[in-house]
């Protein structure tokens, strides 16, 4: 279910802002440079930091800043400790609103409910590789439903963990905090996973995106596409920003 947006929902309005905020530990290199995605970078709001109790205007705030993805955690309180919603919300959603739907499932067995968040409008669905299950099939399913698929990793997972799948990916999820909860600060140490992922896409001659979730805000984004990502998901930075057509602006420049 490809979204109206077209492939990946790009928007067309690129950003001219400069972004010059840099994490601390920091420094913007000719090795970097050599990571840069061929993607436009793209900000996808966490709706997890939205108005729970009308998630529907959060998508049109959403879309007011124009942004046109909208990333969804589906948390199943087993593999990580927090609940949050499932198909029918999805649905719900899915009916009021033409954002690209990034659906993210924190299950212990994804397997079992991708076809469930497919029907509900999902238009990309990522699954993580820590659990016990066939991922390789899962992603297979997933793209013969005509969805977008991907695998995410925590943060002290080992980029190798994904790499047997990559050729099957049209995105990698790297966490930079611990799933389950928001506000937490970006893990630097997701870093250097960052930089692998950008080499083997080279190397490999693969053409994933490249997605990081979690503490993103000013100071982190720019160290992270400074390496080759070019998918921003903010939750509270964004929605909490006085400004979100700036912060969009300034996060992808």
């Not at 659990?131 to 992603?139: F, Q, S």
Request: with cysteine; aromatic share 8%; glycine share 6%.
């Amino acid at each position: 279910m490809i979204s109206s947006f077209g492939l990946y929902g790009i928007p067309t309005r690129k950003s001219s802002q400069k972004q010059d905020a840099v994490l601390a530990s920091d420094a913007i290199s000719p090795k970097h440079t050599a990571m840069q995605s061929i993607h436009e970078k793209i900000l996808a709001p966490s709706i997890l930091a939205g108005d729970h109790a009308d998630l529907k205007s959060s998508l049109r705030e959403i879309e007011a800043a124009g942004l046109s993805w909208v990333h969804l955690d589906i948390m199943d309180g087993h593999f990580v400790p927090n609940l949050t919603f499932g198909p029918q919300t999805i649905k719900a959603m899915r009916s009021a609103s033409n954002l690209f739907f990034d659906v993210h499932l924190m299950l212990d067995n994804p397997d079992k409910f991708v076809d469930a968040f497919i029907d509900a409008g999902a238009d990309q669905v990522t699954i993580h590789v820590e659990p016990d299950y066939p991922i390789a099939d899962t992603l297979k399913r997933i793209r013969e439903r005509g969805c977008k698929c991907g695998v995410v990793l925590n943060p002290d997972t080992p980029a190798e963990a994904a790499k047997p799948f990559l050729a099957e990916c049209d995105i990698v999820l790297l966490m930079t905090v611990q799933p389950g909860f928001g506000g937490q600060k970006f893990r630097e140490d997701v870093l250097s996973k960052i930089e692998t992922f950008s080499k083997w896409r080279n190397e490999l001659g693969l053409n994933y995106r490249l997605e990081v979730d979690g503490g993103v805000d000013l100071k982190s984004a720019s160290s992270c596409t400074a390496r080759g990502v070019d998918t921003l998901v903010a939750g509270s930075a964004f929605f909490k920003a006085d400004d979100r057509k700036l912060f969009n602006a300034t996060v992808t420049a």
